[in-house]
């Protein structure tokens, strides 16, 4: 089956640094998207990972543990409109994307 | 700008009446898919295509058809809805020749079917 589990909800204050975790277990695997979504919006790409490893782009890094079926997005210098939900997605192949739930993080000042 | 379009953006109806939503990107993408989203679920996948006149069966394809006789458009068709159609639908594309095969995504459809 496909599973992709991620917390519902953080809460963070402002410039501080969140983790948010997603493992996932697949029945394929070719690497893993980490996506934002603003309420009532489109989901917007962050980051996709293919190998093991961190990825650094500006204040957001992805990390990708293929052995483990786990990633996490950090977010380094919160601010209030980092307040959104990120979305985990496990590309299987062939364009398909599974989606994790979603993690909603809450970010005060 | 290259960007994917949806219409409409929100939408009421009855259940029974036929309706449409169309999107339509203009990247040249080869792929598109639709999803629907709801609270606790997350997106999950209608239908896709891999090009013009490939369609295929997403997770949730029941109640939904689509059609992709043009490469630009890919519209979703509820011939019947239902209230448990109620949702946020969500067109996306992507690349094939593309190594990251990001999919982007349009604005969205807020549909809610009485």
């Known amino acids: 089956g496909q599973n992709i589990d991620q917390p519902t909800e953080m809460t963070a204050t402002e410039g501080a640094i969140v983790q948010i975790n997603c493992t996932y277990q697949?029945?394929?695997?070719?690497?893993l998207f980490w996506y934002q979504q603003h309420a009532g919006e489109a989901p917007t790409f962050l980051s996709y990972?293919?190998?093991?490893g961190l990825e650094e782009k500006g204040r957001f890094s992805s990390f990708l543990s293929r052995s483990k079926g786990y990633s996490y997005l950090l977010l380094k210098e919160l601010q209030m409109k980092d307040s959104a939900s990120y979305l985990c997605?496990?590309?299987?192949?062939?364009?398909?994307?599974?989606f994790g739930t979603g993690t909603r993080l809450l970010v005060s000042p | 700008e290259a960007q994917v379009t949806q219409n409409p953006r929100y939408l009421i109806t009855v259940t029974g009446k036929k309706l449409t939503v169309t999107c339509s990107q203009n990247?040249?993408?080869?792929?598109m898919s639709w999803y629907r989203q709801d609270p606790g679920l997350g997106l999950r996948q209608i239908y896709y295509?891999?090009?013009?006149?490939?369609?295929d069966k997403g997770d949730v394809p029941e109640g939904y058809k689509v059609s992709r006789k043009e490469k630009r458009n890919f519209p979703l068709i509820l011939e019947s809805p239902s209230p448990n159609q109620t949702s946020l639908y969500f067109c996306?594309?992507?690349?094939?020749?593309?190594?990251?095969?990001?999919?982007?995504f349009g604005p969205g459809t807020r549909l809610l079917v009485l």
């Open positions: 990247m040249n993408h080869e792929y």
């Open positions: 295509s891999m090009n013009v006149e490939v369609t």
């Open positions: 990972n293919v190998l093991d």
């Open positions: 997605a496990a590309y299987t192949g062939f364009q398909k994307l599974v």
């Open positions: 996306a594309s992507s690349s094939i020749r593309d190594s990251q095969e990001t999919q982007y």
């Open positions: 697949t029945s394929g695997f070719n690497g």
